[in-house]
């Protein structure tokens, strides 16, 4: 090995020549030419090659970035370098990068180190590997390649085989071969990427070229009502395989009692003229998905695409991919951390608007769900689509039910099959993963889908931290956590602040230090533990670009390895999405109870992560198998003392059944938004309403009465029910507080820090990063014991902390740059105690008008875009109900297809403080005639330094009649447009409130018009 003690080589005075030097492969020789080597090099001349003398120095670092260089000319008996034809021939000359030798920052192998070394450099699969759609084709450039990713911090990359002629040439499949191995050789991690681009599973149009008929398959759906009129409906393309119209009751379709019109189609279209009464009419067709799909709408090629449901089409894209690499590269296992399948799905969701709407499909579909479920699905088609009562309501669970396993075990389970075979596990993340709603439409069940990935992943396409989809990081980390996976992975890019698709000029956004890592640190104090990097980089240099990796490396250290700790389980509320999933024209459904499900879901997560309460999300089956100790649900690993349910009225009854059983022993359940009433077989099952009716203490198993109440119940075992109307979500981590004690606290700086918790190596680890733009400085505290260690991720030193008693725990000082994290670490947890209840929890909820809340009269003004014509006046009697003071809002948007908006605006008079107050309580009234109108309701408070913030009132301008918003100060966010010095919401700085719409395109002459009563202020509190 090359001795480090030698000489410093200026830039301008060596460079590497292209050719191999002779006899010698792979070692390239040293000429005198200009400045192709960036910064200084130590030396060193292999003297045992040379002159038989001497030998090679043990390094202190890894040597896989050394540059051996052959060097022309001879050498002497001394080793004197000249052109003369005497001596014998040099040997090779060692070029190794100065700042090296003062600073290792190679990414090195875990082989045994401990934590505190894993932390000080972290090893290669925890630092950011690069994606690299593009290895280069000539295997003599790779090893420049991977040393130039290995300077930039890189641990390694995701690549696969050459696009170009893809999985076709012998040369690329070689070129692609000898890359691999030497990334391997040079300590890389590296994942292997399945697909040429995305979605996975057509290896590169392969499967279909063979079989064009295992294509992506739908039911595209016609359906009309009517009431005597002669139906003349036209026919979706395809093989009609029902056409029906059952009679209609009460909104309720009749589905056991259909009319037959297979007789009635002719000439493209059905043609029917009813007997007396109401009827829907339905016709399905069998046709393959492909336009409006995200099979024609991505950004790297539109095609056809395999349909994941069939086992088929996996199964020849496993031979023709993943076989291949195993054949070309018998050592895989070795090689690769993990295979990468990128967004697969069953294309059922339309991006763009198409003229039927559609629900997937297979061949085989019907057989295999009537084997599954003891019963025929083609008579209960038409439940997919409209309410057929309680039957229709099973046969819709089970439809859902059965597309998600076919596509589990087709997809997911046939890769994660193959790969354990060969002993590599199985990776990649999903589509659209923001949405529960798009979860059921495109995999039925995503979280069951991702179960069967060893290593689960997410998409996170943005890099401005207040934007980072953390809950999708959650949702995906709670799937390995439950399963004891070791890996969760992000593919993190600049894709938002970067990719402008054609016509679209707005400027890029630079992203840079901070972003990245506050992107990261929000991804991973979610649950991701690995970065795979599709950023561009742009405007970092290589010792930027080297720290934001050391920084991601040390956090992935941190994180791996152990148990997280958490009270908290929030259900996964797939079955009550399947109760009310209808197929749509456009986007995921057209049930506007989904959509309320996603969004309470949603916001009851996004409460508890703001109020610092860390959870898992948990699907129900993992509840229904948990074992219960001591008024703690087990489930896998984790170990939960309540469990939330948001927006759930349907849930299998054996997972129903068994919180019952943790209630009655000591657990604590919280329904947010609605209490379970159905099961997945019955609606308003007895069982399930039973249940509910005896832990929350009601007299029968209707939700409570309308109104802000919070409803709670407990036992002799100290168990706790409660239920949380939607308008009351953000008291969830309060009640909590009322009955568990915390795990971390912040104290004053609770708006801006989060934390995870990580038992690991015999050491309590809190994870506590700073989500703000803002420096933070506080007193922290923990349910841990023992003196504390600060371990910093920007540095990878380790501290003492000043630590002092609090609370039953420890307190330490934190101090957090912008976007910074710390990792604070004890040698001891201790319990966090249950605190004791007497009685029924009670909520007091007051509220003030605002004009009487100012000390002034508060007058409202309509504002709006130039293109939007708008008029307040007070609003006429018939919008209904005794509001006084109520005003309309009335707009006409003059050019449509532009982003519009129009709002009620009041000033407020100086030295207004809402401080102590919690949030704004808005009435608001839509007429009717507005139901294509997709603009969503907003309140906005704007700071009297101009920074406005930004909240969703919970409706849109579609819904008809009044609607009460509780809008809560937390909840605020900046608007996109606005800039804030110091990035929060300054509750004593107030200068006006507004309550409109926004970033809502429309059509030309579209009204849209919505009445606001005057507007309160509302505080929360516990009674006694």
Request: charge should be negative; hydrophobic fraction near 40%.
């Amino acid at each position: 090995m090359p001795d480090r003690s030698t000489c410093i080589v200026a830039t301008a005075m060596v460079c590497v020549w292209a050719a191999a030097c002779p006899g010698q492969p792979g070692v390239r020789e040293l000429a005198l030419a200009g400045g192709n080597l960036e910064s200084e090099w130590r030396v060193s001349t292999d003297l045992a090659r040379t002159c038989g003398k001497g030998g090679w120095a043990e390094p202190d670092v890894d040597d896989s970035v050394w540059r051996v260089l052959g060097v022309p000319g001879l050498s002497g008996d001394h080793g004197t370098t000249h052109g003369g034809p005497e001596g014998t021939r040099h040997g090779p000359v060692s070029l190794l990068p100065a700042e090296y030798v003062e600073r290792p920052v190679l990414p090195m192998k875990p082989s045994g180190a401990g934590l505190r070394e894993r932390f000080a450099n972290p090893p290669a699969d925890r630092r950011i590997l690069k994606i690299v759609h593009s290895l280069p084709a000539d295997p003599a450039q790779h090893e420049t390649f991977f040393t130039t990713l290995l300077e930039q911090g890189f641990g390694g990359v995701v690549c696969h085989v050459a696009f170009d002629q893809y999985l076709q040439s012998d040369a690329l499949w070689d070129s692609f071969v000898h890359g691999a191995r030497l990334a391997h050789r040079l300590g890389m991690a590296l994942w292997l990427y399945d697909e040429e681009g995305y979605p996975s599973g057509n290896a590169g149009g392969l499967v279909l070229k063979e079989h064009p008929e295992w294509q992506a398959k739908g039911l595209h759906i016609a359906e009309t009502t009517t009431n005597g009129k002669t139906v003349d409906l036209p026919l979706p393309p395809g093989q009609v395989r029902l056409a029906v119209a059952c009679p209609v009751e009460a909104g309720r379709i009749d589905a056991e009692d259909p009319t037959d019109l297979s007789r009635s189609i002719r000439d493209g279209a059905l043609r029917w003229a009813p007997p007396a009464g109401e009827w829907h009419v339905f016709v399905f067709a069998e046709n393959v998905l492909h336009e409006g799909t995200h099979a024609v709408s991505n950004a790297f090629r539109a095609q056809p695409y395999i349909n994941i449901m069939d086992p088929r089409p996996v199964k020849r894209f496993i031979e023709l991919t993943h076989e291949e690499y195993l054949r070309r590269l018998p050592e895989l296992k070795d090689l690769f951390v993990a295979t990468f399948t990128d967004e697969p799905s069953l294309m059922s969701l339309f991006l763009k608007e198409q003229q039927w709407a559609a629900v997937p499909w297979a061949d085989d579909f019907a057989e295999t769900f009537e084997r599954a479920k003891g019963y025929d699905l083609l008579p209960w088609l038409p439940a997919l689509v409209a309410d057929a009562g309680s039957g229709g309501h099973r046969a819709r669970c089970d439809f859902w039910d059965h597309v998600a396993q076919r596509v589990a075990d087709s997809f997911f389970g046939q890769i994660q099959e193959w790969c354990h075979k060969v002993g590599l596990p199985s990776g990649g993340h999903l589509l659209w993963e923001e949405s529960i709603a798009s979860h059921c439409a495109l995999y039925g069940d995503l979280y069951r889908c991702a179960e069967r990935l060893d290593y689960p992943g997410i998409d996170c396409l943005t890099s401005s931290p207040p934007n980072v989809p953390w809950h999708i990081a959650k949702l995906l980390g709670s799937v390995a956590h439950l399963h004891g996976a070791p890996v969760v992975m992000s593919e993190t890019s600049d894709f938002a602040q970067v990719y402008r698709p054609a016509g679209n000029t707005s400027p890029i956004e630079p992203v840079g230090v901070s972003d990245i890592v506050g992107t990261c640190n929000r991804l991973y104090v979610a649950g991701v533990n690995t970065t795979n990097s599709d950023y561009s980089w742009a405007g970092l240099d290589t010792a930027q670009m080297r720290r934001i990796s050391e920084f991601v490396g040390r956090c992935g250290t941190m994180l791996t390895g152990g148990r997280p700790i958490t009270d908290v389980a929030v259900l996964y509320p797939i079955e009550s999405v399947w109760a009310h999933m209808t197929p749509a024209t456009l986007g995921a459904t057209r049930s506007p109870k989904v959509h309320r499900i996603d969004r309470v879901w949603q916001e009851c997560q996004n409460v508890l992560f703001r109020g610092q309460r860390d959870f898992e999300v948990v699907p129900s089956h993992a509840i229904a198998g948990a074992g219960i100790e001591d008024g703690v649900l087990v489930a896998g690993p984790l170990r939960f003392r309540a469990v939330v349910l948001a927006a759930t009225d349907t849930i299998p009854t054996e997972a129903w059944q068994r919180l019952s059983e943790f209630w009655d022993r000591g657990g604590i359940v919280l329904c947010a938004g609605d209490i379970p009433a159905n099961s997945t077989q019955s609606l308003r099952d007895t069982r399930v309403g039973a249940l509910s009716a005896r832990m929350l203490g009601l007299a029968d198993r209707d939700d409570p009465g309308e109104g802000p109440a919070i409803v709670s119940h407990g036992n002799a075992a100290g168990g706790v029910a409660a239920f949380v109307p939607e308008a009351l979500l953000p008291a969830v981590p309060r009640l909590l507080d009322r009955l568990l004690a915390r795990d971390f606290s912040a104290g004053d700086a609770s708006g801006a820090l989060r934390y995870a918790h990580w038992s690991i190596d015999g050491r309590e680890v809190y994870y506590v990063i700073n989500d703000s733009a803002s420096a933070v400085r506080a007193r922290c505290t923990f349910a841990a014991d023992g003196e504390a260690e600060l371990w910093d991720p920007a540095t990878g030193t380790v501290t003492a902390a000043e630590t002092s008693e609090a609370d039953g725990g420890r307190s330490v000082s934190v101090s957090l740059e912008p976007y910074g994290a710390t990792f604070v670490v004890f040698p001891r947890a201790v319990a966090r105690a249950r605190r004791e209840t007497q009685g029924a929890l009670e909520a007091v909820v007051s509220s003030t008008p605002l004009s009487q809340a100012v000390g002034a009269e508060v007058r409202f003004e309509a504002a709006g875009a130039e293109h939007v014509t708008r008029s307040i006046t007070m609003a006429p009697a018939v919008m209904g109900g005794d509001r006084p003071g109520t005003v309309l809002i009335d707009a006409t948007i003059q050019q449509g297809r532009t982003d519009s908006h129009c709002i009620a605006s009041a000033r407020l008079p100086a030295g207004t403080d809402l401080r102590g107050l919690d949030a704004v309580r808005v009435c608001t009234y839509v007429p009717e005639g507005q139901g294509a109108c997709g603009a969503a309701l907003l309140v906005l408070l704007h700071e009297r330094g101009g920074a406005v913030y930004l909240a969703p009132a919970g409706r849109t301008l579609s819904e008809p009649g009044w609607q009460e918003s509780l809008v809560w100060f937390e909840g605020f966010s900046l608007a996109g447009w606005a800039k804030d010095n110091n990035g929060r919401l300054d509750l004593d700085q107030i200068g006006a409130i507004s309550v409109g719409w926004g970033g809502y395109s429309g059509k030309s002459n579209e009204r849209v018009r919505f009445a606001l009563a005057p507007v309160e202020l509302v505080q929360f509190d516990w009674e006694g």
